[in-house]
């Protein structure tokens, strides 16, 4: 079947290379001219584990193709995908649904022939209705069907994510449709992957549903952190005892210095937006999304604890191992160290930091911040050394090497990377997450 991607970011250009993969003819179209010359020239926009190999295969097998002329690309196509971008609009927090909606009359204008049109963009109940109306109202003649289908992808491992998913669920109360996404994903239903039909507006709110309950599962967990330190109990132990038992799971309980990235903050937010806007209220998700902002600040007050406190941390150099909001991706969105290295530089410390990927967007982000070439030159001349993000890189450093670089041996491990009896066996002053 020939697809075509409205929209070559993150999802767009993730899905359609997989899409591709399994045999569909598909086309990634972006309105962005650098960004199609770039993917052309088979350089990557953004960075994924196995994207640019995967790209490359299915180019070279001419099953994948870029264009920014969406006509051109949508002619023919069984489904089209819309996979734009809904950030927070700025001042409210609702989702800014301006592109999904112009991608909506563009399709509108140029459609000829019978197509699924698919909403893969996070999008508040209700924006399938929208886009169907859009449609309706400007090319009444053609035959369509709107569909949700949400993308469960974690960036760092979005290939594998789309490959073997937990589930798809696809969103439509539409027969045809319904044959048409079958057909979009018979290559996963083949490898039992099960696809789950359900209405559309379910399928919407299904999507935030998960990622605010998993933002509510990784804050429940940091608060139990909060307490383990203080009754002196072991917040690994109590995940891993609380995990074992099915209905809770072990997934998504690793205690660390808060949620961020391109999903959960700005999904939970629209989810408060849309249960406010129905008179809903969720607030359970309210409190996680209070809890979750000030975990950063509090992250950067523990690190000045480390430091002997805020007098003896004016002036003192502190070195920051990971800036990403987690491993695998150079995506700085909301990432926990930008509050973590502002609170210090507000207490006069001077930050060094290095990450393997997001040091570019990272630069902009954090002025005040010294990038260095690799982890050990970060360390040089530290007085506390902090893990950020647990890039594989950093899990086994030269502790002796870092020790003798480093002004003074303390090492502060925010997401539990280390094994303190270990470390503090080395000479380290070492503090984690929960553990005391
Ligand atoms: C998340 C969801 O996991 C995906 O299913 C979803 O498709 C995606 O959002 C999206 O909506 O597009 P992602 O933001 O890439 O994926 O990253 P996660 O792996 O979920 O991590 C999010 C944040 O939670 C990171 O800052 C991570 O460090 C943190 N986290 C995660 C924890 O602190 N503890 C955990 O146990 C798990």
Redesign the pocket.
Known sequence: MKIAMVGSG??GLVSGACFADFGHDVVCIDKDPAKIESLNAGVMPIFEPGLAELVATNVRGGRLSFTTDLAEGIAGAGAIFIAVGTPSRRGDGHADLSFVHAVAAEVAANLKTPAVVVTKS?VPVGTGDEVERIIAEANPAVRFAVASN?????????IT?FKRPDRIVIGTDDEWARSVMTEVYRPLFLNRAPLLFTSRRSSELI?YA??AF??V??TF??EMADLCEKVGADVQDVARGIGMDGRIGS??????????????PK?TLALLKTAEDYDAPTRIVEAVVKVNESRKRAMGRKVIDALGGLDAARGKKVALLGLT??PN?D?MRD??SIAIARTLTDAGVEVAAYDPEGMELARSLMPEVTMTKGPYEAVDGADAVVIV?EWDAFRALDLERVKTLAKTPVLVDLRNIYDPAEVRGRGFAYSSIGRV
Not at 251 to 264: N, Q, R, T, V
Request: aromatic share 14%.
């Open positions: 993150y999802v996070t949400p993308e469960f992808l974690r960036e760092g491992a979005a994510d999507k998960a990622n998993l933002a599962k990784i967990i940091n997934k998504f309980l690793h205690a660390g210095p808060g949620y961020g990235g391109s999903c959960f999904d909001f987690k991706t995506d990432s926990p993000t």
